[in-house]
Each structure stands twice: as structure tokens, then as C-alpha cells.
């Protein structure tokens, strides 16, 4: 049984910041198989389509019968630990200053051995459930946990390396208007984060839920609007250096496409609001982010981008506003890989239409802004980079994996 | 006039004779703007993005590019702005004569009544009682609503409720006179827009703008600093931006005040 993480004390502002190593990175392009399961939550091996063996690590053969055709596909969780062992002296920087460091043995049931970080509660003899998680260089690796659940099981020190839990963290969530950004205070004040901050632009208008969060402690209601750079670089002034997450919950959204509209004042909104806010935000607050991953309890840790995700299918009823997502999420792809130097994740959330205003006319099923909050916490608590959040995202996902053309043909009607 | 009666008041505006208030808010990205229903096109805000500041960017050079709404911040209306405006003639920012850019102003004071009452109306018999005081509004005068509300906090300022905007203005009737009877050059106040927050509900709906700009008449808002003004014998100066058929912008309003 691990004991409880304490809550992290005030910095010394004396001493210097501890800078993020990265575990080691090369990997074979076969074995990104292991990384797409990875950011997504899934667990996934090779099995070869002739003989059903499961093979690991990544190949190019089966090893057992020597066939080519090895899809990766969903594997069960199920394995056996061995046998354990502790580096104390590892020569790698992330992981001398991490040691003593288990790793162990696990004989899965569907039959390949792995080599896997382990849990502190993990037994030699016992049952383990198999992950893989992204590691602080953003790579797949395999975690062994108990296969019961045991208490404080989030609290051990090498699952916190592969997630972003938000326990004891101070969280920006960078829009308090909107319902996903309300839900998402709540969601993170449940999980334990220490000071969620709750940006609100133009504060002379009134916004709903204000009353609610006055209340609460734990929360500081502060002035942002992420499109005025000097709104962005003000907050970052403050509070840049204490923002362990930051949740990206902008939110611009309109109906209409190219020919339904007239002029281009609605697209500079979304593109000003989504996108332009989005640069603002990472300029404000990347840097500090980028420096601090290893800064203890409450290093900084992930950033999340709540997306539609017509960002990756374009849906013509919002073809504006889908088009504006997809710059989006092409930049969060640069972002992440800027952030990950530091250690820090880049998580994108992909929803479809939301049960909010500009999605009345959208016949069910749709999203409720609680289900995003509650799927922001958990991604940020497994660790996960893509997560796809409803029926219809994981509709638009699936359709896209087997036929993105089919999809665009459907998407207009 | 005599070219020395010009330099006698550069000389007295240096010396400090005739003083030069500011009625100018500063134009910046977090200043209350007008808010319109969902729907309608959006008035972008004020953005201020740095391009250099003495940094590689532009070692020796700091400048930013600043985009707004023409009706941002402290602002002039023109008459094409209004549906009842849209075919005089001269009736854009750029095609204005010049001289309507510099006008005397009479200053009527309603701070008192809008500290009482959000919804303040302007009506003919307070202006009435104005002029009893001070005199007829002479023609081609701007009319300047001064009600302290540039004082307030943003919040207060903007007063957003659930069922629109609560800040004072003009009623139809005292727009219609002050245009038709009166000759106006122009309504100042200062609030978002020459209009009560309610105005919508007016008959017509913002008469200010309705009257006003259908005279070919011009509007000036988010004014501030109307308590250093005379209520008669101020001289404004308001020059908007020479946009390409452009319905107004913001600009620098200033008012020239004997100090005596």
C-alpha cells in the first residue's frame, strides 16, 4: 500500500528550478503502434493475422510463424508479474535522478512477456493490468498496476511520471463563461487540484454561474480574454509561473459555411477567438510551462484543448467554425511537440455537437458539458493525448480510420 | 477674422488662457463596447498587436498594428451609420465638410437625475429649464448629455441586466426637437451610443440615431470630462478618421475652455 502524496509546500524562491530530463526516445516506426494506443487510452498489440500469436515488442515478422501481416489490435489487459527489480545507479539523467526505479517481468495471458514499469503495489506472483502510457519524452511505454484497485493508487510516484493528475495542481481553465469551462472548475475541484484560476474576458458583462463561483474556495476568478495579447501577457505576469494545466475551454461558435454567410466579419471571430487566442495563450504561457515540468509535486504537467471534432472531418452546416478548429488542432500538433522538451502534454479532447445554444437545431445525441469535464479529468489522470469525447466522436473517428472520403460525402448532406 | 485673431488663440491655448480638455477615453482592448444580439455581424474589438519593440523583431522601433470598430471606444457617428441617413449627400466620414468638424457646445447637466435613475430620460422641459438658465441653444451647436456616467466602474458603466442595458439618454421628442427646432450639429453623451440603453423599445427605436443622422447630423459617445466644461462656451473639436465611406470612427475629442 503506497501512502498519500503530501500536499507540495511553497516553492524556495532561493534555490533553481530543477530543468526536465526526458527518458530516452528513439523508437522504431512499428512500435508507434504502441504510442497510438497509448494517447488514445487503448491497450493494443500485434497479432499476427495468420498463426493469432501475440507478439511484442513491435516486428516485422511473427515469431512464430514468420508472417508479415501483423495489424496491431486490442489486446487483453491481463498479465502476471514474474519478476521485479530496482535500478538504484541508472546512468540516463531522467531516470539517476528518479531512482531507485522498479521495473518488472510480466507474462501476459494472451502470451508475450513484457517489460514493464511497475507500480510500487505490484507483487511478484500476483495479477497486474497492462497499460501503455507516454512517458515525459512522449513515448509509449508499458505500466504494470494491481489488478484490484489499492488505496491511493494514483498517489504512486511513477504512474504520476506517466499522467498529469490534477491532484495538488493550480489549473488555468482559460474560459469561466462558457458550461464546459464551469463544469471543467467543478470537475477539477472534485479531483483535488490545489487553485483552479478562471479566466473571464470582458468582466462589465455579466456572466452566468458568476455568483456560484464567488462562493467557492480554491477558485480566483481573473481577467483574461486569450485574443488581446496584452490580456494574456498580463495574467501570464502573475500567475505564469504557477500554472501547472492549463485548459484551453475558448469557445467561438457559429453555424454557417462559405456561400450561407456574407463577409468575413463571423470568420475573424473564430479565427480571433480560436485560433489567434490559442497563439496568445501558448506565447503567454508555454514558456514557464516548458521550464517547469520537473518541478516537483506540482510540476507543470499538460496542456488541453477542448476541439470539435470537425477539426479533423469538415461538417459544412459549420463549416466555418470547423475550418477554425482545424487550424486549431494543426498548431496544437506544433505546440505539443514545443512542449514536449519540457516535458509537459499536449492533450486534445474531440467532441461533437455540444448540448449548449449554437447547437439547438442538432438532433440528439449530443455532449453534455459535464461528459467534457469529466473526460478532461480523466484524460489528464491516465495521461492520455487524444481522447474522443461521445457517440459521435468516436463515430467521426471510427469513419475517418476506415474511409475518410465516405466520411466527407457524409458529413455533406 | 483677422490671421492674428488665429495665432492670438495658439498663443492663449499655449499660455493656457483657453484651456484643452481631453473628453477622450483611451482606446484600449478591455473598454465596454456596444453589444448587440448573437446574431447580428460582431463589432471586433479593439486589438493592439506589437509588432516590434527595440527587439529583433525591429531592433531600433517599437509600433503596433491596432484594429477596431469604427464604433469603438470614444467614438463619431455619422449620418450614413443610420438607415435614415443613408442617401444624403456628404453623409460619410469622409465626404463631411471639414468645418462640422469644429463646433461651440452647450453641456447639459443630468448627473444628478442619473445617479437617481439608470434609465434617465433627456425630455424637452429639462432642456426647456436649461435654457432658461442659460440661454436658447444656439443652431449648429453640438447638445452634450453630461451625466457623470463616465465616472463609473466598467460594470456599472456597460449596466448589462437581463433585459438589455440601463443607461440614460434621450427620449424621441426631445431628438426631434433639438434636430428640427433647435438645429443641432450634433448629441454627444457619455455612454455606449447616443441612445438609452432601452432605446430599442422607443418609437421610433433610437431616436437619437433616427433623428440625428436622418438631419444629417452627427453623434459623439463614450465622451468623458463634460464636469470641466461651461455649460455654454466650450468649442469641440472632432475629427474622425478619413475612412473610405466610413460610418464613423474612433477619434480624439477635445474642448477648447476659456480659463477666465
Known amino acids: 500500500m503506497i501512502n498519500p502524496i503530501d500536499p507540495p509546500r511553497r516553492k524556495n524562491p532561493l534555490l533553481r528550478t530543477r530543468l526536465p530530463a526526458s527518458p530516452p526516445r528513439a523508437r522504431s516506426r512499428k512500435s508507434h503502434g504502441f504510442t497510438r494506443a497509448a494517447a488514445e487510452g487503448r491497450f493494443m498489440l500485434q497479432r499476427c493475422a495468420a498463426c493469432n500469436t501475440f507478439a511484442y515488442p513491435a516486428r516485422d515478422a511473427c515469431p512464430s510463424c514468420l508472417s508479415a501481416d501483423l495489424p496491431f489490435v486490442d489486446a487483453p489487459r491481463r498479465g502476471t508479474l514474474l519478476a521485479e527489480t530496482t535500478a538504484r545507479v541508472p546512468s540516463d539523467v531522467y531516470f539517476r535522478e528518479r531512482a531507485p526505479w522498479r521495473i518488472g517481468l510480466v507474462k501476459m495471458d494472451c502470451g508475450p512477456t513484457i517489460v514493464a514499469h511497475l507500480h510500487a503495489d505490484c507483487s511478484e506472483g500476483a495479477p497486474v493490468r ?65 487553485t483552479v484560476f478562471v479566466g473571464v474576458a470582458e468582466p462589465w458583462r455579466p456572466f452566468a454561474g458568476e455568483q456560484h463561483l464567488r462562493k467557492l474556495d480554491g477558485i480566483e476568478i481573473v481577467a483574461l480574454d486569450a485574443s488581446d495579447e496584452k490580456s494574456v501577457a498580463n495574467l501570464a505576469a502573475d500567475i505564469g509561473g504557477k500554472v501547472d494545466i492549463l485548459i484551453n475551454t475558448t469557445e467561438y461558435i457559429r453555424p454557417g459555411g462559405v456561400l450561407d454567410r456574407k463577409g468575413t466579419a463571423i470568420a475573424r471571430e473564430e479565427i480571433d477567438h480560436a485560433y489567434l487566442g490559442f497563439l496568445n495563450l501558448a506565447q503567454g504561457f508555454g514558456p514557464a510551462m ?19 471534432v470537425y477539426a479533423l472531418a469538415n461538417w459544412p452546416a459549420y463549416g466555418a467554425y470547423s475550418a477554425s478548429q482545424a487550424a486549431c488542432l494543426s498548431l496544437s500538433h506544433c505546440l505539443r511537440a514545443e512542449l514536449r522538451p519540457g516535458g509537459v502534454k499536449l492533450t486534445n479532447l474531440f467532441t461533437g455537437p455540444v448540448d449548449t445554444e449554437w447547437f439547438q437545431m442538432v438532433p440528439p445525441p449530443k455532449v453534455a458539458p459535464r461528459a467534457i469535464a469529466q473526460a478532461i479529468v480523466a484524460a489528464l489522470k491516465s495521461g492520455l493525448e487524444d481522447v474522443y469525447v461521445g457517440d459521435v466522436a468516436e463515430e467521426i473517428r471510427q469513419r475517418l480510420a476506415a474511409n475518410p472520403k465516405a466520411l466527407e460525402r457524409e458529413l455533406d448532406r | 477674422m483677422q490671421s492674428s485673431n488665429l495665432l492670438e488663440l495658439a498663443g492663449a491655448i499655449s499660455s493656457g488662457a483657453v484651456r484643452v480638455v481631453d473628453l477622450t477615453f483611451t482606446l484600449s482592448p478591455d473598454f465596454p463596447v456596444i453589444v448587440l444580439p448573437p446574431e447580428f455581424s460582431p463589432a471586433a474589438p479593439v486589438r493592439i498587436q506589437e509588432l516590434s519593440r527595440y527587439d529583433a523583431r525591429g531592433p531600433a522601433w517599437y509600433w503596433n498594428n491596432v484594429s477596431f470598430c469604427e464604433h469603438t471606444g470614444t467614438h463619431f457617428d455619422a449620418p450614413i451609420h443610420w438607415f435614415t441617413g443613408k442617401d444624403l449627400p456628404n453623409n460619410a466620414v469622409d465626404t463631411m465638410p471639414p468645418k462640422d468638424m469644429l463646433a461651440p457646445a452647450c453641456v447639459i447637466d443630468c448627473s444628478a437625475q442619473a445617479k437617481q435613475d439608470p434609465d434617465f430620460l433627456l425630455t424637452i422641459p429639462v432642456v426647456e429649464a436649461w435654457e432658461a438658465q442659460h440661454g436658447r441653444i444656439p443652431e449648429r451647436n453640438w447638445v452634450l448629455l453630461r451625466t457623470d456616467w463616465s465616472k463609473k466602474g466598467w460594470r456599472d458603466y456597460a449596466n448589462l441586466r437581463d433585459d438589455g442595458a440601463h443607461t440614460p439618454g434621450p427620449n424621441p421628442a426631445v431628438m426631434k426637437w433639438l434636430v428640427e427646432q433647435r438645429g443641432i450639429i450634433g448629441f454627444g453623451t457619455e455612454t455606449i451610443g447616443t441612445d438609452a440603453g432601452q432605446a430599442g423599445h422607443f418609437d421610433p427605436p ?26 455654454k462656451g466650450a468649442v469641440i473639436i472632432a475629427s474622425p478618421l478619413k475612412i473610405q465611406n466610413g460610418s464613423g470612427s474612433p477619434l480624439r475629442v477635445i474642448a477648447l475652455v476659456s480659463s477666465s
Open chain 1, 290 to 308: 516548458r521550464m517547469r515540468g520537473a518541478d516537483g509535486v506540482n510540476s507543470s504537467a499538460a496542456w488541453v484543448n477542448v476541439l470539435s
Open chain 2, 206 to 231: 433610437y431616436p437619437a440615431h433616427h433623428f440625428l443622422h436622418g438631419a444629417g447630423r452627427y453623434g459623439l459617445q463614450c465622451l468623458c470630462n463634460l464636469d470641466q466644461l461651461p455649460a
Open chain 1, 130 to 194: 497492462m497499460s501503455f502510457q507516454l512517458d515525459k519524452s512522449g513515448q509509449a511505454v508499458a505500466f504494470a498496476r494491481p489488478e484490484e484497485e489499492t488505496p491511493n493508487m494514483d498517489d504512486d510516484r511513477q504512474w504520476r511520471e506517466m499522467t498529469a493528475d490534477p491532484k495538488f495542481r493550480r489549473v488555468l481553465v482559460t474560459n469561466g463563461r462558457s458550461a464546459i469551462g464551469l463544469e471543467t472548475v467543478t470537475a477539477l475541484q472534485a479531483a483535488g487540484a490545489k
